[in-house]
């Protein structure tokens, strides 16, 4: 098995979108990532495709966000959609999506990394709830999912515990069916 992880370009724009699809079921992720790549508010963002030989087989999107009132002074991105074609799914490769991407974001200076996610999965990366933190979604979450906000402080640094507040997304984002 040869599996590894490239950023995806604008090339990769149908296989990113056939990914989305075929792994949710349904078109919403992949208009939402259509949505996401072209919303400007949502650079700088980092796209990776996870390969098998020359099959791609999974996909995982980073925008920006920021802490209101701290826009200067943290670095933050947004992770999500991630997605996995279902032959592959439970074979590690999210985690390596993950990993990869978090990798690269703790390279670039990033310092916050937010996720509403599954409280199962998200948790194995470094992952920890965000309320408890502080830290508030663009919208309340759905009653019983308030755990599935969570954070990764990927600086260490003081500055990060420091800010506290209600994160924005992307203007795509920003949107209530999302939370």
Not at 67 to 95: H, N, R
Not at 128 to 141: E, I
């Amino acid at each position: 098995m040869n599996r590894y992880v490239k950023e995806a370009n604008k090339s990769d724009k149908e296989t990113v979108y056939s990914i989305e699809e075929l792994a949710f079921g349904e078109t919403d992720e992949a208009i939402l990532v259509e949505k996401l790549v072209a919303d400007s508010t949502a650079e700088p963002n980092m796209s990776l495709l996870a390969y098998e030989g020359q099959q791609a087989i999974g996909h995982i999107l980073f925008t920006k966000g920021s802490i209101v009132g701290a826009e200067e002074q943290l670095s933050v991105m947004i992770l999500g959609p991630l997605a996995v074609l279902p032959d592959y799914q439970k074979q590690g490769i999210g985690g390596l999506l993950v990993q990869e991407g978090l990798s690269r974001l703790e390279r670039m200076g990033v310092d916050l990394v937010f996720v509403l996610g599954h409280i199962e999965y998200y948790p194995r990366h470094g992952f920890r709830p965000a309320l408890p933190q502080g830290f508030q979604p663009p919208y309340p979450t759905k009653k019983g999912l308030e755990d599935a906000w969570m954070v990764l402080d990927l600086s260490k640094k003081q500055k990060a515990v420091d800010c506290r507040g209600k994160v924005r997304c992307s203007d795509a984002f920003m949107l209530p069916e999302y939370w």
